[in-house]
């Protein structure tokens, strides 16, 4: 796996870093069970402090796509990237709100276009 972060980018660094290891979990390069560069080898690899990288690993096993094993280190987790089943769950959550309120389903799907930032 190989990370790179573009210093130039508007982007913060730890959001480069977490951005691509979920597209590369995603594409199937990193599996469940792959053990990622502890915070300190990618830091200065990177050229980064420690915690630019930690906060994305931070933030990677909050959303569950990795999950640190204390002293043995971060692994991609065995769900990989549970972002879809976690979409689904507050899909399905909506569904059910808006039928409850009422809402006519065309009228549920502009609203959560309109969330997502799509335009008609």
Do not use: C
């Amino acid at each position: 796996m190989m990370l790179l972060v573009d210093p130039r980018s508007a982007t913060p660094p730890y959001e480069q870093l977490r951005v691509q290891v979920l597209a590369a979990v995603r594409a199937g390069s990193l599996a469940p069970g792959d053990k990622l560069p502890t915070v300190r080898k990618l830091a200065d690899d990177l050229g980064l402090a420690a915690n630019t990288v930690a906060r994305a690993y931070r933030e990677l096993e909050r959303d569950e796509v990795i999950e640190t094993r204390g002293r043995n280190g971060s692994f991609i987790a065995a769900s990989g990237d549970a972002a879809q089943q976690h979409v689904q769950a507050a899909a399905a959550a909506f569904a059910a709100r808006a039928r409850k309120l009422g809402v006519a389903p065309e009228e549920a799907l502009t609203f959560a276009r309109a969330a997502l930032g799509f335009r008609a």
